[in-house]
C-alpha cells in the first residue's frame, strides 16, 4: 500500500488534473505538499507537443464543421501537458458556462472561448465575467446580439444571474430586465453576415471565420437602471460589478468550486433546495473570495491546502466525467506522443460516455455525479477504460509491464502484482472486495514470474479498467 | 412479463439534410427543371406515383411498399422560422422544441414514459456510436450499439471462454458484496443492468434466423440488427439508426443515389424479413431529415434549404399522401426553399398517441393536429 | 530602409468544397502538360470527403475530380503531395501509409511503392516530391530526415542528408523543389530555413534564420525559384509569402491579398442572403490580440495567408496553395518599384 503523503498527492493531482502516474507521485511528494500546490498554481504549463505539430498533421484543427474537432485539440493538450491545471480549469468554466456548437455552428469561435477559460479562468471573477460577456460564443449563444435597446432579449440577462454568478432567489425579473438593458449594445461584429453564416454552416467561400465583440453605442439604452437596489445609468461593467459584490456570488462559485475540486455537489438546480455537503468549507471560500478581491487562484490556494480537502474523507469521492476518464487514461497509456489520426476518434469516446465537450445539453451543462452513470454510459466507459489498459502496445502500459518484470523479486505473489500496478496507476485505493476478486483472478492466471506474458498481464489490466474504483476520482 | 408481438417504432434519421426535390420529384413541373438544370433526374427513369410526382429511380423496394398502400408520404413537413444549420436544426427535430435549446429529446421522453422505473434496460436501443439527442434524457438508460456481432462488455478480452471468465470477476466487483456509498450503489446498480443488458442483445443476436439476406452496408446492417432484437421479443419499443450523409452540395447526382439505393434496399430486406417472420404489422418506420434543401441547384448539387419531406411505412400504415406538396412558384418560395406546410411535431403526435399509445401532449409539450396514417382497424 | 521590391496579388481560385468542384485543406497541387492543375486535398479527419484531387485550369474551369479517403490501392490517408513526371504520370505521397501512389491523370491506379521503415526505399512519412530533368523523383523522407531519389519506377537509386539541425542536415522536412538543372531547395520545417542542395546530394547553403521578423522564416513549407534565381518561401508559421534575392537578402513579403474566385462569385450569387451580409460587413480590421499572433489574424481575416502549403511557378505566374482558407492565390514576379 502506499504511504500517506502518495495518496494525499496522488488525490491532489487527480483534481487538479486528470492523475500521476507512479513516477510523477514520488517526485512530487519530494518537493512537499505545499509546494507542489503552489507550483501549480503559479508556473505556466508547457505542451510537449506544440500548435505547430498539430496544425502541421491536423490543419485548422480547431475550427473544421462539428464541435468534435475542438475537442479533440483541447483532449490533446490535457494528455500533453506538463501540468494540465490549466486546461482543468477550462473545462470547470466551460462546465458552468455551457456554450454549445449547435447554435453557432463555428468551431473556431468556442475554441477562442475555451482559450479565454484558460487565459481569464484564475483571475478575478469580474474580469472573467467581463470576458465572458464579451466572448462572441456566448453572445451567440444566449442571443445578446439579438438584444437591442427598446427591444432587449433577455436570456443572456437570466443566465448571468441565474447560472453564471448568484443562482436563483437572489433577484427579481426586474432586475433581469435592468441587467438585460445595461448589455444592449454588446454584439459581435458583422453580426449580419456571422449569424447568415452560422445559421447555413457556411463555408463557403473560404471556410470558417472567427469573430470579435463589437460595443455598438447607438444600440445601448443609457437611461437609468436600477439592479438590486442600486440605481444609476449602468452599462454591462457596471452590472457585472455590483454583481460580483454580492454574497449570493461569492456562495455560488465557492459551491462550484467545491463540486469540481472537492466532491460532488447535487445538480444547480437542486441548489435552492438542498443545503451544501460542508457549509462551513462554502464560507470560507466565500470570505477567501472578498479577502483575495474575488481573485480565483487564491480561493484555489487556499482549498488545496484546507483540512476539508485533504481530508480522507473525501478522497475518490467524485465519479469522473467521461473527459476526466478520457483524458485520465490517455495520460497513463501515453498514446498519441505525436499528431496521429486516431485522436478523434477517440476523442469522440467523452460523446458516447455523454459529454460531448462544446456540445453541452443546454445552457445548464451537464449533470455531474452519479448522473453520468446509467447502463448505457457504464458500458462505453468500463469497455474504453479496459481496452486502453490492456493494450500492451501502449507506450504508457509497456513501460508499466517492464516495471512489474524488473521489480519482481523471489517469490512471485499476486498480492506483489495488484499493488504494484495500482501503485503505476496513480495509487488508486480499492475495497476489500475487489481485492479479493484482483486476487482470485491473478491467482487464476498466474502461478510464477512465467506467466506474467502480454497476454495474462493484458488480460489483468483490462480487468484493472474494468473495476467500480477507476470510474471515481 | 414480457409482452408477445409488442408495437414498436424504428427512427431513421437520413442526417445531412436530405433534398426532397430529388427524392418525391415533382417531375412534370417545369419549374423543377429550370431550376435543376444540373441535377434533374432523367425523367423516365423515375418511379411515377401520381402522375405528377414520383420517387427516385433507387426507390424501387420503397415503391414496392408503397403500391402496398403501406408508405405515408407527409410532404411539406417543416417547422415555423426555418434554421439551415444542421446541428440547430436537428436539435430542433430531436427535442420537438423549436424556439429555445432543449436538452431532452422526443424519443427520450417518450421512454421514459413508457418505462418510467427503467425496469427494461432496452426498452430503446440506439445502433450507432453515441447517443442521438432525440434519445436523451434524465435518467433514461439507452443501449447504444455499434454491431450487434461484437457487442458486449470488454470486447477486447480475447476469446469467449476467457470472456466469460473475467465477466465472472467483473459481475463480482459490482456484485452486492461491495461497500456502500453512493457512488457505489450507482455504479454496480448500473454496471448489472449494463450486464443484463448486454445479454439479453447478445440472446437476440444468437437466435436470429433468417432467410433474408441484407447487403453489406451500415444502413443494412442496422436494420438486420434491429430485426434481430424485434424476433427477440425483449420489450424494446423504440429503436433508432441513422444514413447519410445526404449533405449532398456537390456531386450529389452520384452520392444521393447510393444513399437512397441502399436504404430503400435495407427497408425492402427489412420488411421482407418482418413478414418471414409474421411481425409486419407490429413494426413503423420513420424516415425524417433535419431539413429539405435549396429548390435551385449549386451547378453540382444543392445547399441547405427547409421544407422536407418524411415518411412513416409498416403493415399498420394506411399508405397515402399527407401534408401537402409545397408550390415550387417564386412567389410561395421562402429564401429559395420549399415552404413547409404542416409541422414536424404533429407527424411525432400521430406515432405517440396513434401508434405507441402514448399521450403525446406532455411529451411535446402542447396538441398538435395529428395525421390519420395510422391504420386502426388493425 | 524602404522596401524596393513587390509582389501582387494577380487572382484566387478554388472555393472550399468536400466533394466536387473545389478543395478542402488543400495541400499541394501539379500541372501537366496540358496546363491542367491538379489540387491535392488533404480533407480533415471529421470530414474525409475533402480527400481527393480536383482538376482544374488556369481559367478556372473545373475538369472533375478522383481518388478519396481509405488504405486501398489509390486512395489517400493523409496525402501530403504531388508531382507529376515528364510522362504525365501523377505521383501522390502519404505520410500516414507511408507509401507513394502512382495514378494516371484520369485517375487510374497504376502502382504504388515504399512502406515504413528506415532503410533504403523505405518512409517514415513521405512529403514533398519533385522530378528533375531526367525524370528522377526527390523525395522528401520528413521524421527520417533525409531525401531519397527514385526512377519513374520507384526504384531506388539512392539518398542524401540525415535527421539533425547542422549544415546540411535536415529536421521534419516539407517541400522540394528542383531548378536550374541541377539544384534542389529543401523546405527544412523543423530548422526553419531552405536548404540549397546539388541533385548528387552535396550540401550547398542555407537560407533564412528562425523568427518572426521580415527577414525571418518560421517553419517554411515549400519555396519556388525565379528565372532571376529569386527565392520565394511560403512561411508557413507566419502565414506570409517571402521573396529573397539569389543571395539569400531579403526582398519583400505579403500577407496576402485573395479575392472572390470565379466559384466564390458563383456560390454567392445562389446564395443571396449570404451575399447581401457580406457587402454590409467590414472584412477587414485591427484587433489588439493580432500582435504576435499571424494565426489568429487570419483566423479572423478572410484575404490573409492562412497556412501557405505550397508553392508553385507556371509561365510567370506564382501560385500558392493557401491551405486553411481552401484556395489557391496567384501572384506576378517580385519586381522593382
Known amino acids: 500500500m502506499s504511504s500517506n503523503e502518495i495518496l494525499l498527492m496522488a488525490h491532489l493531482m487527480r483534481r487538479v488534473g486528470f492523475g500521476s502516474t507512479k513516477d510523477e507521485l514520488n517526485k512530487y511528494v519530494k518537493k512537499g505538499y505545499d509546494n507542489q500546490v503552489d507550483e501549480i498554481l503559479d508556473l505556466e504549463p508547457n505542451y510537449e507537443v506544440s500548435t505547430h505539430m498539430i496544425n502541421r498533421y491536423q490543419p485548422d484543427y480547431e475550427s473544421p464543421m462539428g464541435s468534435s474537432a475542438n475537442g479533440a485539440t483541447w483532449l490533446y493538450r490535457m494528455v500533453w501537458s506538463d501540468f494540465p491545471f490549466k486546461d482543468k480549469i477550462s473545462l470547470f468554466w466551460h ?114 471565420l472567427a469573430m470579435h465583440f463589437e460595443y455598438k453605442e447607438d444600440d445601448h439604452d443609457g437611461d437609468e437602471k436600477t439592479f438590486l437596489g442600486e440605481t444609476g445609468k449602468f452599462n454591462g461593467e457596471d452590472i457585472i460589478e455590483i454583481i460580483c459584490k454580492q454574497k449570493a456570488t461569492a456562495k455560488f462559485i465557492s459551491r462550484h468550486i467545491y463540486s469540481f475540486f472537492v466532491e460532488d455537489e447535487p445538480p444547480v438546480p437542486e441548489w435552492p433546495y438542498k443545503k451544501p455537503n460542508n457549509p462551513e468549507a462554502i464560507e470560507a471560500l466565500s470570505e477567501v473570495y472578498f479577502d483575495k478581491g474575488y481573485n480565483i487562484k487564491e480561493m484555489l ?173 | 412479463m414480457i409482452e408477445q408481438k409488442e408495437r414498436s417504432l424504428v427512427v431513421i434519421q437520413l442526417s445531412g439534410g436530405n433534398d426532397a426535390m430529388n427524392t418525391l420529384v415533382p417531375y412534370t413541373n417545369g419549374i423543377y427543371h429550370d431550376s435543376r438544370s444540373a441535377i434533374h433526374l432523367t425523367e423516365n427513369k423515375i418511379i411515377d406515383i401520381n402522375g405528377s410526382l414520383g420517387f427516385h429511380p433507387e426507390m424501387g423496394e420503397i415503391n414496392k411498399l408503397w403500391n402496398q398502400n403501406k408508405v405515408a408520404v407527409i410532404n411539406g413537413i417543416g417547422y415555423p422560422v426555418p434554421n439551415r444549420s444542421h446541428f440547430r436544426s436537428m436539435d430542433i427535430w430531436h427535442t420537438a422544441e423549436s424556439e429555445t435549446i432543449a436538452s431532452d429529446g422526443w424519443l427520450g421522453r417518450t421512454i421514459r414514459e413508457i418505462d418510467p422505473k427503467h425496469k427494461n434496460v432496452v426498452t430503446a436501443v440506439n445502433f450507432g456510436r453515441g447517443l442521438p439527442r432525440a434519445l436523451v434524457c434524465k435518467d433514461v438508460p439507452v443501449a447504444s450499439v455499434g454491431d450487434l456481432n461484437t457487442y458486449g462488455l470488454m470486447p477486447d478480452i480475447k476469446g469467449s471462454v476467457q470472456r466469460e471468465n473475467v465477466l465472472n470477476y467483473f459481475s463480482r466487483m459490482y456484485g452486492p458484496n461491495q461497500g456502500r456509498d453512493a457512488i457505489l450503489n450507482t455504479l454496480s446498480e448500473n454496471g448489472v443492468s449494463a450486464m443484463t443488458g448486454v445479454d439479453i442483445l447478445s440472446r437476440a443476436n444468437s437466435q436470429y434466423s433468417s432467410s433474408v439476406e441484407y447487403a453489406d452496408n451500415p444502413i443494412s446492417n442496422n436494420l438486420k440488427d434491429i430485426a434481430k432484437v424485434i424476433f427477440a421479443n425483449v420489450g424494446t419499443k423504440i429503436y433508432y439508426a441513422q444514413q447519410g450523409s445526404f449533405d449532398t452540395h456537390a456531386g450529389e447526382l452520384f452520392n444521393h443515389a447510393k444513399l437512397w439505393k441502399d436504404l430503400s434496399d435495407a427497408l425492402g430486406d427489412f420488411f421482407e424479413d418482418l413478414r418471414e417472420h409474421d411481425r409486419e404489422n407490429d413494426v413503423t418506420v420513420l424516415l425524417f431529415s433535419e431539413f429539405g434543401r435549396r429548390i435551385e441547384d449549386n451547378g453540382s448539387g444543392t445547399d441547405h434549404g427547409s421544407g422536407g419531406v418524411a415518411f412513416v411505412l409498416g403493415g399498420s400504415v394506411k399508405g397515402g399522401f399527407y401534408g401537402e406538396q409545397p408550390s415550387l412558384e417564386l412567389s410561395e418560395q421562402v429564401e429559395g426553399d420549399m415552404k413547409y406546410n404542416n409541422d414536424f411535431r404533429c407527424t411525432y403526435a400521430t406515432l405517440l398517441d396513434q401508434w405507441l399509445g402514448i399521450d403525446s401532449v406532455p411529451i411535446l409539450g402542447k396538441n398538435y393536429e395529428q395525421h390519420n396514417f395510422i391504420n386502426t382497424g388493425i | 530602409m524602404t522596401t524596393s521590391f513587390k509582389i501582387e496579388s494577380r487572382k484566387t481560385m478554388g472555393i472550399a468544397a468536400m466533394q466536387g468542384r473545389g478543395f478542402y485543406y488543400p495541400f499541394d497541387l501539379s500541372f501537366d502538360s496540358n496546363n491542367r492543375i491538379y489540387v491535392l486535398g488533404r480533407g480533415h479527419d471529421y470530414d474525409t470527403r475533402g480527400c481527393r484531387i480536383t482538376v482544374m485550369d488556369m481559367n478556372e474551369e473545373y475538369h472533375g475530380t478522383f481518388a478519396s479517403f481509405g488504405t486501398q490501392d489509390g486512395q489517400f490517408m493523409w496525402p501530403s503531395s504531388i508531382a507529376i513526371s515528364n510522362s504525365d504520370k501523377i505521383y501522390v505521397s502519404d505520410e500516414y501509409l507511408n507509401k507513394i501512389t502512382i495514378m494516371t491523370t484520369e485517375g487510374k491506379f497504376i502502382s504504388s511503392f515504399g512502406q515504413f521503415g528506415k532503410g533504403d526505399g523505405e518512409f517514415d512519412g513521405p512529403n514533398g516530391l519533385v522530378f528533375d530533368n531526367e525524370n528522377k523523383l526527390y523525395i522528401v523522407d520528413h ?87 529569386n527565392i520565394y518561401i511560403s512561411d508557413w508559421g507566419n502565414h506570409k509569402l517571402k521573396v529573397f534575392d539569389k543571395e539569400g537578402d531579403f526582398l519583400c513579403s505579403n500577407r496576402g491579398e485573395a479575392t472572390l474566385s470565379e466559384w466564390a462569385k458563383d456560390f454567392l450569387n445562389t446564395n443571396v442572403e449570404e451575399k447581401e451580409a457580406r457587402l454590409k460587413s467590414k472584412l477587414v480590421f485591427e484587433l489588439e490580440s493580432f500582435k504576435n499572433d499571424p494565426f489568429n489574424e487570419s483566423a479572423h481575416i478572410e484575404k490573409l495567408f492562412w497556412c501557405p502549403t505550397s508553392l508553385t511557378f507556371h509561365k510567370g505566374n506564382l501560385l500558392i496553395v493557401d491551405s486553411s482558407r481552401h484556395r489557391i492565390q496567384v501572384y506576378n514576379k517580385v519586381y522593382k518599384i
Open chain 1, 301 to 473: 490556494r487556499f482549498l488545496f491546502k484546507s483540512k476539508f480537502f485533504k481530508s480522507e474523507k473525501v478522497w475518490n469521492k467524485r465519479v469522473k466525467s467521461p473527459i476526466e476518464l478520457v483524458a485520465g487514461t490517455l495520460r497513463i497509456t501515453k498514446e498519441f506522443h505525436r499528431p496521429d489520426k486516431e485522436q478523434s476518434l477517440t476523442n469522440s469516446h467523452t460523446q458516447f460516455m455523454g459529454q460531448h465537450a462544446m456540445n453541452p445539453p443546454s445552457v445548464e451543462g451537464w449533470h455531474w455525479g452519479t448522473e453520468w452513470l446509467d447502463s448505457g454510459t457504464v458500458v462505453e466507459r468500463v469497455n474504453f477504460s479496459s481496452s486502453k489498459l490492456g493494450n500492451v502496445n501502449n507506450l504508457g502500459i509497456r513501460k508499466i509491464i517492464d516495471n512489474i518484470k524488473s521489480n519482481i523479486s523471489n517469490q512471485f505473489t499476486p498480492e506483489f502484482l495488484i499493488e504494484i500496478v495500482l501503485e503505476e496507476l496513480g495509487a488508486i485505493i480499492v475495497s476489500k472486495t475487489t481485492k479479493e476478486t484482483l486476487n482470485d483472478f491473478v491467482k487464476s492466471k498466474i502461478d510464477s514470474e512465467k506467466d506474467l506474458t502480454d497476454d495474462n498481464l493484458s488480460e489483468f489490466l483490462q480487468l484493472v479498467g474494468a473495476m467500480p474504483e477507476y470510474q471515481r476520482t
Open chain 1, 95 to 208: 462546465g458552468i458556462f455551457a456554450t454549445g456548437y449547435a447554435k453557432l455552428a463555428n468551431g473556431y469561435v468556442l475554441a477562442d472561448q475555451i482559450k479565454m477559460f484558460s487565459n481569464y479562468g484564475l483571475g478575478n471573477y469580474q474580469d472573467l465575467l467581463l470576458q465572458l460577456s464579451k466572448d462572441p460564443a456566448m453572445i451567440i449563444w444566449l442571443d445578446n446580439c439579438e438584444s437591442h435597446k427598446g427591444a432587449i432579449n433577455e436570456n443572456y440577462g437570466r443566465e448571468l444571474l441565474e447560472l453564471f454568478s448568484m443562482g436563483t432567489g437572489n433577484y427579481t425579473e426586474k432586475d433581469i430586465k435592468e441587467v438585460a438593458r445595461a448589455f444592449t449594445g454588446w454584439t459581435i461584429a458583422n453580426k449580419d453576415y456571422m449569424t447568415a453564416k452560422s445559421q447555413r454552416d457556411s463555408v463557403w467561400p473560404y471556410g470558417r
Open chain 3, 143 to 229: 521524421r527520417n530526415g533525409r531525401i531519397q531519389v527514385f526512377d519513374e519506377e520507384g526504384n531506388f537509386i539512392q539518398k542524401f542528408s540525415s535527421q539533425g539541425t547542422s549544415e546540411g542536415n535536415l529536421y521534419l522536412p516539407w517541400g522540394i523543389t528542383f531548378h536550374s538543372d541541377d539544384r534542389l531547395y529543401v523546405s527544412d520545417w523543423g530548422n526553419h530555413r531552405i536548404q540549397e542542395f546539388t541533385t548528387n546530394g552535396e550540401f550547398v547553403r542555407s537560407v533564412g534564420s528562425k523568427g518572426d521578423q521580415e527577414e525571418n522564416i518560421l517553419h517554411p513549407s515549400s519555396c519556388a525559384i525565379d528565372d532571376k534565381g
